[in-house]
């Protein structure tokens, strides 16, 4: 990734601190590793916190320093919610300048440590929602706690950062931020050098059927997703069951903690020689490409980093009508189903494989969508001019 920045103004200061925090060190290595190469650059002092930093050895090449943050992924962990609390106190004793945190039990846990710290000492926070955990369709008592809590911490942010439409309505609608205080960005960006379709050997895409044998005239559908609640991915395989195309394959990129699940369902729904579990896949470029289409079938999103690099790579996607979804694929870059839908997902599946020009398409609007808009240095220069503005803001901030 270029080093360049989108702004005319000058570069940003040298000589900041940076933190960048989130719950796991996969999601640090997933989305910032590009911010903290570009502020390195400028001199900036950058720094990444989470649970399992320390023994991540991309987060060790890339950070100055890392530091492990005893982070659960759940509200409920309480005793780990409280050893966490500490450990960013003690963590936010470095003096950082800026505070980046990205997600929201992180967020809300650094944001509450953050209001402890004297005004001339505290620093500048900015919290980056990868979609709110309340949600149109979420439980109504569960997204009241969550509105509550984001309000809460909203009084100690900065700049909150949102990346889809309906994250952006809620934000005003609940009044989290003041409105000054509300950014809007296209998500976290997407490399589309590196996403390109040119950059992919067609050998290694004809590669990844042959290893799996998968004909190379036979429609192949890919997720690429954590295999959890949340990702539906259960409704790619009853769909999967239901396509009047029988030699259609499934290629599931991920893991989680409904594999084993996932594996049972393979079996009743018999589709064990058409469905195949990869795990985790560090380089999904070859397998996209081989793909007629990428599937999303989550119940909720922000803006989903697999949507855009399949895009990107000039496939088109099914997803779910989740937040994000809607506005990444758009009426033309793929097609967008209600979520649960298991008959239209079916019927999409079916339509991709019908029409081949119409699918080869919607890759191509995707692909000028993605370069024009979610291009990654696009983002780093609005990350730029985020930081600016909060490190101006600095000796004003009040109490």
Known sequence: MSNRTSSADAPPPADIALLMVATTAATIEAFLL????????????????ANGATNNQTLAASFEHVYTLPLSRSILDLSGIVRAARAISALLGTGPDIVHVHTP?????????????????????????????????GHTVTNAVFVALERLAGRWTDRLVVINDEDEAAAIRHQIVPRPHLVRMPGIGVDTEWYARSSVDPDDALRVRTEHSIPADAPLFVVVAELSPRKRVGDAL??????QHEDAQLILAGDGPLRSRLERLTSELDLRDRVHFLGRVRDVRPIIRAATAVILPSQREGLARSVMEALALEIPVIA??????????????????????IAALASAMDRLIDRPDAAHAMGLRGRARMVERYDINLLVGMHEALYREMLAERPSRAV
């Open 34 to 49: 590009p911010y903290a190469a570009h502020f390195r650059a400028f001199g900036w002092h950058v720094d990444a916190a």
């Open 105 to 137: 039990i992180a967020a809300f846990l650094t944001r509450v440590a953050v209001r402890r710290i004297p005004c001339d000492r505290r620093p500048a926070v900015a919290y980056t929602a990868h979609g709110f955990h309340f949600y149109k369709g």
């Open 238 to 243: 009853a769909a999967l069951a239901r396509v």
């Open 320 to 341: 779910s009508s989740a937040r994000g979804n809607r506005e990444l694929v758009g009426t033309d870059a793929g097609i967008i189903v209600p979520t649960g839908d």
